[in-house]
């Protein structure tokens, strides 16, 4: 571990990854809140509005395991700064976009292009800071993912009539590119935590971390219950909240923004006192328990209709928070040079259950529809479909961990 001023170190290591995290996040999010418009201007079913904004976290998915292998073989820094321009060649070709397919391909380059920047942030930690900062700095950079969420609810829905979905998206090409530059000339490059080994033995190793028992508790309640909150939070949240509670897009958009938040506010509460609680015996995982148990009930809520949505959402934004810390609990159980390999495998599963939830949401609603159920019924029966797979999820965790 190369010694150096800790706010040096903030600076050029932890600031610049934020920034792409925050980029990421906003792109994975922005959909939720100009679907209506998409689906106005295109004619898009509830089923084509999930495969196109799910492309996103196909593309993203599909290219997990060649990520991890060339953050193992290259490092952080050349990584995140190229595949940061293919998305920002992504979100051009978006802001031009005038078909299904052409906006599909573009939502792909994107997904593609930002599937790094949470796993290369991860790498640049464990290359430049010590162990015990790991849980902190988890919590910090997810809540500028966090922000960047909170910055495509609200503020994205006030800014649309301005500059419309297609200036947003032109916009956020110059962000990315900007973004691609800071990194590439600001993170140093750290042979520290880098692999030389052959492709061969580097994929050897990723069938090692597929057949390690820690893996497959962590990566069950990842997938559905993450995956879950990404499928709605990234596009199912607001037309839930129009077709079930009865909202404008205005106030819909108002809760997503409460939901985000939360989740920003529990990913700075990590950040400032995940280190001080496990001093105190309240280890992380004590936390993703606690957190998953959270959101599973503040969703029965919901569906339930027991409480006013406002608070329902915060809370659940609260709640599955705790699920970031996964990736941290899961690489301590490998050695430093498998770290890249090991948070992109877990985050492979986590966007194959979000691309799968996402999608899978629109198509069990558009059938449920034509089966002759209304929409709003429709809604509540995907999702309480959901919340049982989540559940079942939840329970194994508990069930492989007792006994463990």
């Known amino acids: ?28 999010t922005v959909n939720a809140v100009i679907a209506p418009g998409l689906a106005r201007e295109l004619s898009l079913s509830a089923a084509d509005l999930g495969l196109l ?40 070709l978006f802001a031009f976009g005038t078909s299904l397919a052409q906006l599909t391909v573009a939502r792909s ?14 790498k640049g930690f464990a290359q430049n800071f010590p162990p015990e ?36 998206f032109q916009g956020l090409t110059l962000l990315l590119a900007a973004a691609a530059t800071w990194i590439f000339f600001s993170v140093p490059e750290r042979a520290t935590g880098v692999s030389r080994d052959s492709l061969a033995a580097q994929l050897k190793d990723v069938g090692g971390i ?21 499928a709605v939070q990234g596009l199912w949240a607001v037309p839930w909240l129009m077709n079930v509670d009865a909202m404008s897009r205005h106030q819909a958009a108002e809760v997503l923004f409460a939901l ?9 509460g990590i950040a400032s006192f995940a280190t001080r609680l496990a001093r105190a015996g309240i280890r992380p995982g004590k936390l993703f328990v606690i957190g998953y148990g959270i959101a599973l009930a503040s969703q029965a809520a919901m569906l339930g209709e027991f409480l006013p949505a406002m608070p329902l959402w915060f809370v659940y934004g609260l709640g599955v928070s705790g699920g970031s810390l996964s990736y941290a609990l899961l690489s301590a159980h490998f050695p ?18 979000a691309f799968t939830l996402q999608w899978g949401l629109g198509v069990l609603i558009d059938g449920l529809v034509l089966a002759g159920l209304a929409t709003a019924s429709a809604y509540r029966a995907a999702f309480a479909a959901m919340l049982l797979l989540q559940t079942a999820a939840y329970g194994w965790f508990l069930l492989v961990g007792r006994k463990a």
């Not at 919590?139 to 922000?147: K, R």
């Not at 430093?336 to 259950?353: A, D, E, H």
């Open 1 to 28: 571990m190369a010694k150096a001023d800790p706010l040096n170190l903030w600076a050029r290591v932890f600031l610049p990854f934020a920034a792409g995290y925050f980029l990421s996040y906003l792109l994975r």
């Open 109 to 122: 380059l994107i997904g593609l292009g930002v599937s790094s920047c949470l796993m290369a942030a991860f």
């Open 210 to 230: 597929l057949a390690h028992r820690s893996f497959w508790r962590y990566a069950p309640p990842l997938a559905v219950i993450t995956g879950g909150f990404m």
């Open 260 to 268: 985000n938040l939360a989740m920003l506010v529990s990913h700075l």
């Open 53 to 92: 904004t799910s492309a996103y976290l196909l593309a993203f998915a599909a290219f997990q395991i060649p990520l991890g292998l060339l953050l193992d073989r290259y490092g952080p820094r050349k990584v995140e700064a190229s595949l940061l321009l293919l998305a920002a060649a992504g979100t051009l």
């Open 133 to 168: 900062r790991q849980a902190s700095l988890t919590g910090a950079i997810m809540a500028s993912g966090g922000l960047g969420a909170v910055s495509a609810s609200l503020p994205l829905e006030m800014a649309l009539p301005l500059i419309g979905w297609r200036g947003v």
């Open 336 to 353: 430093s040079s498998l770290s890249g390999r090991v948070t992109t495998t877990l985050n492979l599963l986590l966007f194959i259950g």
